[in-house]
């Protein structure tokens, strides 16, 4: 098993620090913590409120994140504090106890999207904690769930985000012949709890929150400003239609932006236009005469 690393990461809340860890440490469900009492389930968070400054516990995902008291600055304790949990971590410290009789039901539901081709299934809990698109059999190696899905013949991609999965079908079959099959699959699957990502892939993709902000840095002005705009003006809608839209890259010479389409948003010729031509005109309207034109690719 590979070293588990821990890196700070500020918040938008100056009192709130995140501890991001380059695996899982608690798959679907999230916790938080205000005392030691409260944190009797949970062994990592109870070593962390010894503390005299921690004040809260979170922990989601790949991370856990501590509110403090006012009594410390996190540029005097933040580097102690990820040695800590790092140290605990690695010596097979246990970060929740999970109660398996308090487990709440999972819930999945089918959404049409734009995209014939495309049916999103929405969970009532978190699957993944970054977006994550596999074409074949052979890219999903990563995941667990998107190898098994690969598994029925009629499956043609997988896109995964936060709360739901969008499957992209093959045209032998239609979709009312297969809903009811995939719903229930997906529903057995989280239920059993067994994984959906690989602990690995988050980093081996490039998926941490610090590779991402690295990448994001070396990055020049104007491409920064094209994927804020993406990221508050384009892919909440998009998200809501089983999609995703990246930002790939920003030709300054002839100022064409070039973004990849996932999920719902790829394939389907009607909706790649409409996006494009939507895109462009965002994009043109708050940045002027930084853009010239928009290129779709799909993922």
Sequence with gaps: MNAIDITPQETSNPKILKFEANTFLVQYDSFEYANIDEAKNSPLAQQLFYLPFVKKVYISGNFVAIERYDIVAWSDVQNEVAT????????????????????SPVTIYAESTPN?????????????????????????????FATALFQFPFVKSVFLEKNFVSITKFDVIEWEDITLELRTFIKTYIEQGKQMILSSATEELEKTTEQLDKAYEKLDDISKEIINILEQHVKPAVASDGGNIMFDSYAADSKTVR???????SGCP?????????????????????????????G
């Design 259 to 265: 973004v990849v389409l996932q999920g719902a948003c």
């Design 116 to 144: 014939p081709a495309v049916l999103k299934f929405v969970a009532n809990k978190n699957l993944v904690n970054s977006s994550f698109e596999f074409g074949s059999i052979e890219e999903a190696k990563h995941s667990p």
């Design 84 to 103: 800590q949990i790092q140290d605990y971590l690695n010596n097979d410290g246990i970060v929740v106890i999970e109660e398996k009789s308090k487990k």
């Design 270 to 298: 009607s909706s790649t236009f409409t996006l494009k031509n939507g895109i462009e005109a965002i994009l043109k309207e708050m940045m002027g005469d930084k853009i010239s034109s928009v290129i779709a690719l799909n």
